[in-house]
């Protein structure tokens, strides 16, 4: 079932349900007026009557006397029921009711009389009930009433039609333009289009939210072609100088034992910067597939963990890094995490002067590296994260210039934030803060031989 013809039909009943009701509401009002008109006319005629004046000289067309037996003492033409025997001992209240007198319908009231009423200028020897009726046809004033309820109802019905046909069509005119519009932008794929933003409306709301969502994929767009640039200019100078060397190993016979060790090196390094390159590459793209299971951390294990590897790392260019870490829980993936304080700690081993030490801070969810390096150029700090970013000095340097964006972008997907600024007494300073968490009993106030280990 398409939108319109659910438009259309859900108007339709609206109207017939408002059409019905007002309908069923005017039946029921026209019935109650007509009966309290009847009986108001007959409680008239009974104080008369009740009051002396002649019986059968009311407005009444049929009325009568019966006593506490239930027989007739005056009048006739009624029937006298249990309930108008009741009346008459005063075993029950006065009543309206609607009976049928030799086929025609009457309303009639019944009222007790006590002994001594004047009937006619007689009084009652003993108690017993007053019955009048008048003539008045409710069932066909009604059927009329019904009748004509039922014409209007069916006008309301056909007319509901058109006007939920006419709804749907205007109000679909603009849903429709917009639905051309998108088929267009899937054909064309042309996400640097927009649409007219609109009113204040919903569809306004639906055309400001498309263009939102075509800005966000035209950048994001713009951020695959240039991970694709930057990626190809990156692998461009190894895979250069791997050609280079291959050609080389063509003649290999030519070269001495010595030129083919070094040559042989210098393959095995340009693959390390391929795998680098790659191994990179394939952590950007996990980390924009969204994040992975996060788990309770010890940050500061952690970092005491990645410490001693760069530690391992910083022997052959004497930098040593020097841990300062207060106990602290941190919710976060933990390969993620992990690679993004390794990148930090070897960033700042890249950049140490040898024999310079490497401090670290880790307390409160906050991981600070400071190294003793010539620190970074004003003018590279805003760009210090992103992907492929390499300062002129950093070009001599090994890298592919993602290790800097994958710490960013982990951190962003933990809730966290990283900094990078230059340290007043010299050097660079990373400043990495995660959200924490309270972390359990047992192991929050654990002493330092316990710390150690996180089982």
Known sequence: MTFRTRLVLATTVAVVVAVLAASLGSFLVARHTLLQAADSSLTTAAQRILAGEEFGSTTATVGQVIDDTGGVVSGGGLPVTGQVRLVAVDLAPSFFTTVTVDGNEMREYVEHLPAGT?????????????????????????????????????????????????????????????????????????????????GFDELGRLRRTFNRLLSALESSRRAQSQLVLDASHELRTPLTSLRTNLEVIRRMEELSAEDRSVLVDDVLVQLQELTDIVGDLAELAR?????????????????QDEVAVQNTHGRSKDVRFDLDAEPCWVVASDDGLRRAVGNLLDNARKWSPSGEPVSVECRGGTVVVRDHGPGIAETDLPHIFDRFFRSPEARGLPGSGLGLAIVAQVVKAEGGSVVAENDPVGGARMTMRLPTITGPDRLATAGPDEAADPA
């Open 118 to 198: 004047l009937i006619n200028g007689e009084p009652l020897a003993v108690g017993g009930a007053l019955q009048i009726a008048t003539l008045v046809d409710v069932n066909t004033e009604l059927k009329k009433l019904a009748a004509l309820l039922g014409a209007v109802a069916l006008v309301g019905v056909l007319l509901a039609v058109a006007l939920g046909w006419l709804v749907a069509r205007t109000a679909l005119v603009p849903l429709n333009s917009l639905t051309d519009t998108v088929e267009d932008l899937a054909e064309t794929t042309d996400v640097s289009r927009r649409l007219e933003p609109g």
């Open 287 to 303: 980390g924009d597939r969204g994040p992975a299971a996060r788990e309770a951390l010890r940050l500061d294990l952690l970092v």
